[in-house]
């Protein structure tokens, strides 16, 4: 069933990271996801991005019809990381997909393990779904992010744009005007 229920993505250590573990996120983390999402924004160079607030995290992941999840990567119990994803579908394979919205792992816990871990946490997710693809979107300045999705064996889907409406741009189109 998807999206997986929460319930089923256990607590799990890493024996790669010895005294990780990445845990299903609950509504009680949402002030902590907030944070790591504004990191997540600075670091991108948008601090001001960010318009949703601890309420609006937890309505959207953990409310009723909530159909993205979240997780937890702690070390030694301190939370050092998130992820954020959610169903995608592909026409092509007939098949969803896992789309990672929010990857992000603390600037001092970077390359030690940690984001690996999670990516590959979401890929069994993925696998173990049936999902045909798992993909995500990461800024062209970035690189690296992009060294590292490389090296885990991603590959840039560089013949495709994304294109987006969103604010104003949104309300007016859908309005007709």
């Not at 949402?30 to 960010?50: C, M, N, S, T």
């Not at 294109?163 to 309005?175: C, E, V, Y």
């Amino acid at each position: 069933m998807w999206p997986l229920p929460v319930a089923e993505l256990r607590a799990t250590a890493v024996d790669a990271v010895p005294g990780l573990v990445l845990r299903p996120a609950t509504a009680a983390d949402a002030g902590l996801i907030l944070r790591f999402i504004i990191e997540l924004a600075v670091y991108e160079k948008e601090p001001d991005a960010v318009v949703t607030d601890q309420d609006g995290i937890a309505a959207s992941l953990f409310g009723q019809g909530a159909t993205a999840r979240a997780l937890i990567a702690e070390l030694d119990a301190e939370p050092v990381g998130y992820a954020v994803w959610f169903a995608s579908y592909s026409t092509w394979l007939g098949r969803n997909g896992l789309y990672l919205e929010d990857l992000y792992v603390t600037p001092e816990m970077r390359g030690r393990g940690v984001g690996k871990a999670i990516l590959r946490q979401l890929a069994a997710l993925a696998v173990a779904q049936g999902c045909g693809r798992m993909e995500w979107s990461v800024l062209d300045w970035n690189a690296p992010a992009i060294a590292f999705y490389e090296s885990v064996g991603a590959r840039p889907q560089s013949e495709w744009t994304v294109f987006r409406l969103t604010g104003d741009a949104l309300s007016t189109f859908a309005a007709g005007r």
